[in-house]
């Protein structure tokens, strides 16, 4: 399962630079009504010390999709506007990487005369606002139709669907509403754009630069909805992936740096696709698997193999911290910590698993 991260933001506040540093694609695309899309491994701490103690000879991370939109601006919402193909890219990602200008450079044109970082994600907020209200009254105009026709399920969507559309008369996005486990449900195939998870970059004006008071605001945005900020500065990040691992570990230190930023923000990405991680290791390879957070143990061993979901009888399972304080296995199974879990358990980040099942 990889799942898709769509980095978004306000024309030229260096979107494809931070695609650049993440991916190391070297793609240029001022200009480009297209996005670009690269595959990356997700960069887990885990894997190392387990490599280690079972001698593995392979190693299969993580994975995740992530696709470099052109920049949105007021008013792309339009109909027929340019926005409308950017707002279809929008909607097939599972989560926002939203990048944000947070430094002065008259040098470097801006949407706006100003840097203000809270009026740029609002901007692009109100934008797929805009584009959900839509999606969200023709949903009601589909289920006031058969309400009428006597319904009762879509008698019951409606009152939900109602409640998601006067969130969005105020302006507020959907993923900040606090909707209920029903209003969800109501409005779960209008993928709503503004419902999708989403992390901020800070996009400073260079590595050797310091947070200013637009990251601060910019944080400060952030906290209150819950959602991380990683701070970066895409144009050197991305030259510094152009080079070879070598010359990037001098540069860096030139820099007064131990690596880049680009392993936190991935990670940070992956977090914010709400996923849950759990690992195979033995002699033959380590493997990080993904499931969606909830998933009980026959799910997520079908994710390994269809066979293993279909003929579940167990799964057997050690913390990762408990495998390594212990040492191995065996110490892990004498401390009675290896623990036997049904297809009722649910499985959670960091579980090191074998799963016994019927051929
Ligand atoms: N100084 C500085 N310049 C940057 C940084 N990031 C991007 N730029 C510059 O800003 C300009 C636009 O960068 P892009 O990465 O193409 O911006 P974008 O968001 O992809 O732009 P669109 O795709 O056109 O919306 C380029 O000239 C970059 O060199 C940065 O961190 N520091
Ligand atoms: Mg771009």
Not at 31 to 51: F, H, T
Not at 176 to 202: F, H, T, W
Request: aromatic residues 4%; charged residues 25%.
């Amino acid at each position: 399962m990889s799942l898709t991260c769509g980095v978004v933001g306000l024309p030229g506040v260096g979107k494809t630079c931070l695609f650049n540093a993440i991916t190391a694609a070297g793609v240029t695309s001022v200009g480009r009504e297209e996005a670009n899309r690269a595959v990356v491994s997700v960069p887990d701490y885990r894997i190392d010390p387990l490599v280690k103690m079972y001698s593995a000879p392979k190693i299969v991370p993580a994975q995740m999709e992530v696709v470099d939109i052109p920049g949105l601006k007021a008013g792309s919402t339009a109909p027929n506007g340019r926005g409308s193909k950017l707002l279809a890219f929008i909607k097939d990602v599972d989560a926002i990487i939203h990048v944000v200008r947070c430094f002065d450079d008259p040098a470097l044109a801006h949407e706006y005369p100003t840097i203000d970082p809270p009026r740029d994600v609002e901007t692009i907020d109100l934008e797929m606002v805009a584009a959900d209200h839509q999606t969200v009254q023709n949903k009601i105009e589909r289920l006031a139709k058969k309400a009428k026709a006597g319904d009762n399920e879509a008698k019951r969507d409606l009152e939900g669907c109602e409640t998601v559309k006067t969130g969005l008369d105020s302006g507020t996005p959907a993923r900040k509403l606090g909707l209920s486990e029903r209003d969800i449900q109501a409005i779960a195939d209008c993928n709503l754009m503004s419902l999708k998870p989403v992390m901020y970059v800070a996009n400073l004006k260079s590595v050797a630069e310091g947070e200013n008071a637009y990251v601060k605001a910019l944080d400060k945005l952030a906290q209150a909805e819950g959602a991380e900020v990683i701070t970066v500065a895409a144009r050197d990040e991305a030259d510094i992936a152009q080079l070879d691992p070598t010359d990037q570990a001098v540069f860096l230190a030139d820099l007064g740096l131990k690596k880049s930023s680009m392993e936190r923000l991935i990670q940070a990405a992956y977090r914010t696709l709400g996923l849950v991680n759990f690992l195979t290791a033995g002699p033959k390879e380590v493997h990080v698997w993904t499931c969606r957070t909830g998933s009980k143990a026959p799910q997520a061993a079908g994710k390994i193999h269809s066979d293993m979901e279909k003929g579940f009888i167990r799964m057997e399972v050690m913390t990762y911290d408990d495998l390594i304080g212990l040492g191995s296995e065996a110490a892990v199974a004498k401390a009675g910590k290896l623990r036997v879990e049904g297809k009722d358990y649910v499985v959670q980040d960091g579980d090191i698993v074998v799963i016994r099942f019927n051929k």
